[in-house]
């Protein structure tokens, strides 16, 4: 049977949200966090519901027992949106630190995703 991946933090709801800004690495935190939904580690929120303080993505982000974040860059937008919502992050993950330079580009290609998400999965299990 194959072994299920799970996020080593030790719990099933797990919220991520990720940057979506408009440099790669920002594309990159996104489909990052859908590949994270897709393999059952958490559950995709919206950033920019949090910060427009929509109702319901309040409260699921309340609701969630752990918030993961995805940052592009170092300026860690998703960070302190969530931060300045009142929210605790309980773990960051910045892609410009994982050896991807920021540029302009908008089309991460399919390998490029896939050699951070294994960055990613790496992190995340050696938590």
């Known amino acids: 049977m194959v072994e299920e991946t799970k996020c080593s ?35 995709l929120m919206c950033t920019a519901g949090i910060g427009a303080r929509a109702p319901g993505l309040m409260k699921s982000a309340e609701a969630s027992d752990r918030i993961l974040t995805i940052d592009g860059c170092p300026v860690n937008c998703a960070t302190k949106t969530m931060e300045l919502a009142g929210f605790k992050v309980d773990r960051q993950i ?33 938590e």
Not at 95 to 118: F, H, M, Q, W, Y
């Open 94 to 126: 910045v892609i410009s630190e994982l050896g991807v330079k920021k540029t302009k580009d908008r089309n991460p290609s399919d390998e490029e995703v896939a050699e951070v998400l294994e960055k990613v999965m790496e992190i995340l299990q050696s």
């Open 9 to 43: 933090c030790g719990s099933a709801n797990v919220a991520i949200f990720p940057c979506v800004g408009a440099a790669n690495v920002g594309q990159l935190s996104n489909k990052i966090a859908i590949e994270l939904e897709k393999q059952g580690i958490g559950n």
